[in-house]
Every structure is written in structure tokens, then in C-alpha cells.
């Protein structure tokens, strides 16, 4: 079973940089897909960023290409997520998920597992 803790939300100012952390606990690095998403009042879940731990691979929303990055920290079984150049349109509440068999790293529906995500205020 499958665990997700999301760390580090909070505000920051336009061009200012927040660090998201997703503790996992019971996850496969070599098995499962591991994504980033946030999403807005009113607005759909969106996907921001995706890694595959056991390939490297990495994919990003065409939104935060460039600003953000994701990567994972092997040693505590932890995916973060730095955010650069924060713009007001990057509020809301972003949440890690986790699965296997992902085909699109990028689509909320392909992930079972979630988070309970942690809230981002860009001013």
C-alpha cells in the first residue's frame, strides 16, 4: 500500500521559489511512476511534473517547462519538486501521486495512490 506525504507549501512572492517534498512509504521506485499535480479553485487537476525513478525519465506541463524541476532523493525515498520563477497562475494545491503501469505521467486519472496535498500561494 502506498503512502504519499506532501511537504513544503506555502507562499511566496511572483519570481520567488518554493521546494515541494512527497515522502513515499511502500513505493517501488523501479515499478512505479511518480507525479506532481495542483489544482486551482475551479479548475481542473492539472499535471505539472512526472518522474520515472527506475528509467530517469522526466516529463513537465508546458506551463512549468524550464521554471520547474522534478527529481528524487534516493536515500529517503523522497520526490521533490523545485519551483522557480513563481507565477500567481502556479497557485493552488498541489498533490504527489503514485503508480504503476502509468501511460501518460501527466493525466490525474492514471494514478491510484494519492496525497493529501499541500497548498501553494504565489503573490
Known amino acids: 500500500h502506498v503512502q504519499l506525504v506532501e511537504s513544503g507549501g506555502g507562499s511566496a512572492q511572483a519570481g520567488g521559489s518554493l521546494r515541494l517534498s512527497c515522502t513515499a512509504s511502500g513505493f517501488t521506485p523501479e515499478r512505479d511512476d511518480v507525479g506532481w499535480f495542483r489544482q486551482a479553485p475551479g479548475k481542473e487537476r492539472e499535471g505539472v511534473a512526472a518522474?520515472?525513478?527506475?528509467?530517469?525519465?522526466?516529463w513537465y506541463g508546458d506551463s512549468v517547462r524550464g521554471r520547474f524541476t522534478i527529481a528524487r532523493d534516493a536515500a529517503q525515498d523522497t520526490i521533490t519538486l523545485q519551483m522557480n520563477d513563481l507565477k500567481p497562475e502556479d497557485g493552488g494545491v498541489y498533490y504527489c501521486?503514485?503508480?504503476?503501469?502509468?501511460?501518460?505521467?501527466?493525466?490525474?486519472?492514471?494514478?491510484?495512490?494519492w496525497g493529501q496535498g499541500t497548498q501553494v500561494t504565489v503573490s
Open positions: 518522474i520515472s525513478p527506475g528509467s530517469g525519465r522526466r
Open positions: 501521486a503514485a503508480d504503476s503501469g502509468v501511460v501518460d505521467p501527466l493525466t490525474a486519472f492514471e494514478y491510484h495512490n
